[in-house]
T-cell receptor
Framework: SQTIHQWPATLVQPVGSPLSLECTVE??????LYWYRQAAGRGLQLLFY??????ISSEVPQNLSASRPQDRQFILSSKKLLLSDSGFYLC??????????FGPGTRLTVL | QKEVEQNSGPLSVPEGAIASLNCTYS??????FFWYRQYSGKSPELIMS????GDKEDGRFTAQLNKASQYVSLLIRDSQPSDSATYLC??????????FGKGTMLLVSP
């Protein structure tokens, strides 16, 4: 069965510091992968998606970037965090029926 | 821009009652529709998917889709306190991306 992992689970970072969040999927090959952010009082917002290694599509312009160095690995990064980057970051993969399944998430607080 | 609208609630129902959650969407070309349940501090969990007009039942949950009205609903029968959560409606787009509503908070009182 498929499993999706995210780490770290929680993170507290100062403004201006770099960020790297990792997502890995087990039990499936060449999955479409997605990064979402859920900010306080706001809905889930799609940030990036990837249909294969090295292929990244950005949905929202911001100071975040994503990379997919391996088939089952998806990384979210930032060179300099802003206060507005605080939120709950979720990685997801999708089945052939368009059903998305989420990882446990990373709660990021930028101070 | 695709939009998905939900009443933020909270929707309060007594234990054993039917909870009815509603969602409208803007993109007429949408083909796949989903309901997720999210407990506080946790990631969303898929509970129902629906792809064609009509009703789809799974245990205590029934999803209803009306593409002509651009309307999706979720009924929860025999509501339990453990059903208290935020329910997210989602609509698929290109490359299986999802557009989410902001969610409806459901409170089931014992």
């Amino acid at each position: 069965s498929q499993t999706i992992h995210q780490w770290p689970a929680t993170l507290v970072q100062p403004v201006g510091s770099p960020l790297s969040l990792e997502c890995t999927v087990e039990g499936t090959s060449n999955p479409n992968l997605y990064w979402y952010r859920q900010a306080a009082g706001r809905g889930l917002q799609l940030l990036f998606y990837s249909v294969g290694i090295g292929q990244i599509s950005s949905e929202v312009p911001q100071n975040l970037s994503a990379s997919r160095p391996q088939d089952r690995q998806f990384i979210l990064s930032s060179k300099k965090l802003l206060l507005s980057d605080s939120g709950f970051y979720l990685c997801a993969w999708v089945t052939k029926y368009d059903e998305q399944f989420f990882g446990p998430g990373t709660r990021l607080t930028v101070l | 821009q695709k939009e998905v609208e939900q009443n933020s609630g909270p929707l309060s129902v007594p234990e054993g009652a039917i909870a009815s959650l509603n969602c409208t969407y803007s993109d007429r070309g949408s083909q796949s529709f989903f309901w997720y349940r999210q407990y506080s501090g946790k990631s969303p969990e898929l509970i129902m998917s629906i792809y064609s007009n009509g009703d789809k039942e799974d245990g205590r949950f029934t999803a209803q889709l009306n593409k002509a009205s651009q309307y999706v609903s979720l009924l929860i029968r025999d509501s339990q306190p453990s059903d208290s959560a935020t329910y997210l409606c989602a609509v698929s787009g290109g490359y299986s991306t999802l557009t989410f509503g902001k969610g409806t908070m459901l409170l089931v009182s014992p």
